[in-house]
């Protein structure tokens, strides 16, 4: 088994891209959902609420990232400094310290989206951490977990039964790894990942529970019905929620963080 693609996402529910690389430190993916949107109120703001959200793409650049339109138009934001204003934001059930990224991003973002929208981003004090019973785990603004993996045969067997084929970034994952069977995933507790610096443990924490992003188009944000009404005919548990990936929490020793590329060998526990 082996990473056969890898997948960034500056901001979150923003597009993101694939890339060749992913820098893992102690909250997932270096520079993967370190941002997010949120409204007047500090709550959290997703394609769920926002389809149109799912026409912005975010690529991190040196200092800060890049937020363009599908029209081409952009802008680019500077990473907030430490006298930049803080922000107590909300995610899902997590309250958190947060540094506003200025009324330059706020305007441009709320006037793409056609709402008031502010950008926040983690800063140093930031602290959230994973659920019980792994308080040790600290995720950035992603749902649920660091990371996320699905395995591509898992993927394969989706669109074997589905009438138009559905692509990877409906999942939104980080890794993707090629030479496992459908769903194999599903039962995995641990992976190794054999890096050019050596291997690295990864905690396979629960699998991951949808929600309706995966019926919006990745690009466009225009939903469907597919692919969730295939998925829930087989792969809805006994909560009644659809399951489709494992989250996954990196165990670093180093703290400058291990780097992972495309085509590292994977062994499974």
């Known amino acids: 088994m082996h990473i056969s693609a890898l997948y960034h996402f500056p901001i979150k529910s923003l597009q993101g891209h694939p890339c060749d690389s992913l820098t893992l430190d102690r909250f997932g993916a270096a520079g993967d959902r370190r941002w997010m949107l949120v409204d007047p109120d500090s709550q959290f703001v997703t394609q769920r609420r926002l389809r149109a959200m799912a026409r912005l793409k975010a690529t991190n650049i040196d200092g800060g990232v890049r937020i363009e339109n599908d029209r081409g138009d952009r802008i680019e934001i500077d990473q907030p400094g430490p006298d930049a204003p803080r922000r107590q ?3 899902w059930n997590d309250t958190v310290t947060a540094s506003d990224a200025g009324e330059g991003a706020a305007t441009w973002l709320s006037e793409q989206l056609q709402t008031p929208i502010r ?30 993996l699905i395995g591509q ?20 994952p980080n890794l993707v790894l090629e030479g496992a069977a459908p769903f194999a995933e599903d039962g995995w507790t641990q992976i190794r990942i054999h890096t ?4 690295l443990e990864i905690e396979c924490t629960h699998t991951c529970a949808r929600c309706a992003i ?23 548990g006994g909560d009644g929620q659809i399951y489709f990936g494992v989250n996954l929490a990196p165990h670093l020793s180093d703290p400058a963080g291990v780097t992972i590329n495309l085509g590292d060998k994977v062994d499974v526990e």
């Open 214 to 236: 995966p019926g919006l188009d990745p690009h466009t944000g225009k939903a469907g019905k597919e692919p969730l009404r295939t998925l829930a005919q087989y792969r809805r």
């Open 119 to 148: 950008l926040v981003a983690m800063g140093d004090e930031f602290h959230r951490p994973l659920r019980s019973p792994r308080d040790r785990i600290q995720v950035g603004f992603a749902d649920a977990a660091p990371l996320l």
């Open 196 to 199: 050019a610096s050596g291997p």
């Open 89 to 91: 934001v909300t995610v």
């Open 153 to 172: 045969a898992s993927l394969d067997d989706l669109n074997a039964r589905l009438d138009t084929p559905v692509s990877m970034l409906r999942f939104r």
